[in-house]
């Protein structure tokens, strides 16, 4: 049975962002073979990004760009916290091979939410954690083109709610898994919000 509220989505993109210098970097990037896909109406997407492509087919190439207030907001020094290094230990140690500045770790709050944390500095007794997204304070500028779109299946939406809840496997969801299909060549971020959809294998 197919859904007449919710497509089907496999893009193939590019997403360019500002850096500090005032350049433009290419930060994301996946290939027809291995497109990004998700559900639209699950809060996979970036709601911005969806309205961006909505009205697109297969084929049909797309360029635009997301402002700040609609991507992921300013950066706020509210989001950046200390939690104690207790927490990060690993069979009574603390956890060196993970939690060094600059990487990205995936952590959760008391109500199961999950979300990504990147390493600020590790002090003597607390980490400090930089909670806003990799790219909040950015402009979202998305370059490609439609792969897929068609209404969802029943079962395709279950799976990938599913897999948004962590019951199955998915090699490529959200930002801090090993083996994405994606091209990092940043901290991430892309159009899926949080750990919402999936590299196509």
Known sequence: MESTNNNYVE??????????????DLVEKTSEEHPFAFITGLGFALESFEEGIKDLKEGD???FTIPVDKAYGEFTEEHVIEL??????VDGKFDEARIYPGNV???????????DGIVKEVRDNVVVMDLNHPLAGKPLHFKGHIVANRPATT???ESFVNKMNGEEDCE????HHEGC????EGNGGCCHHHDGGCCKD
């Open 11 to 24: 893009v193939d993109y590019e997403l360019f962002v500002p850096n500090e210098s005032g350049n433009i």
């Open 61 to 63: 190439e797309f360029d």
């Open 84 to 89: 104690a290094k207790d927490i990060f230990k």
């Open 105 to 115: 770790i995936p952590l959760a709050n008391a109500d199961g939410n999950r979300f």
């Open 155 to 157: 079962k395709e939406i």
């Open 172 to 175: 490529c969801c959200g930002h």
């Open 181 to 184: 299909n994606h091209h990092h």
